[in-house]
């Protein structure tokens, strides 16, 4: 929210289901989720996380990032003996999506979704934001809401 990690989603897939293991603060620490943090954080670097995603937010009032992070099937990294710092060099991040609105269900959290709230008009309240003039619109439309039929 204003380009800034206002809270992680952590998602399992297991075969075709697709789950949502924990939420964070953006410094790792546990909203909702396990009671213990996943064994997977210890192998995802969270400031390259939210590099990636307050670097795509950027200059906008609120944006949903969506990165898949994990190992390429068949890497050296996932056998077992595998040293810790192996596994954080062999880790890849791809940003999968992006949505200008939030798609995540709140149904079980509806403080984390009013706090999400909150913090999105409180940007506008604030006055967090400039008004760009778009000048790529065709005055026709503008005029007549509609552009003619060609």
């Known amino acids: 929210i204003w380009g800034r990690i206002w ?3 952590m998602n399992n897939i297991e075969d075709d289901l697709r789950y949502a293991n924990a939420w964070l603060h953006r410094d790792g620490t546990l909203i909702h989720g396990k009671e213990e943090r996943p064994e997977e954080l210890e192998y995802i670097d969270l400031s390259r996380v939210i590099e990636i995603a307050e670097t795509l937010g950027r200059n906008k009032d609120m944006f949903r990032v969506d990165i898949f992070v994990g ?7 996932l056998k077992p003996g595998a040293t810790r710092e192996e596994r ?3 880790v890849e991040y791809a940003v999968n999506e992006c949505e200008i609105y939030p798609t995540t269900s ?6 984390l979704a009013q706090d999400g709230a909150r913090l999105w008009v409180a940007g506008y309240k604030m ?3 400039r008004t760009i003039p778009n000048d790529e619109i065709p005055k026709e439309f503008l005029e007549h809401g509609a552009l003619p039929a060609v």
């Open 71 to 77: 190992l390429p099937a068949g890497s050296p990294a």
């Open 88 to 90: 954080l060099a062999a």
């Open 7 to 9: 809270v992680l989603q």
């Open 106 to 111: 709140f149904l079980y959290w509806p403080q």
């Open 127 to 129: 006055g967090n934001y």
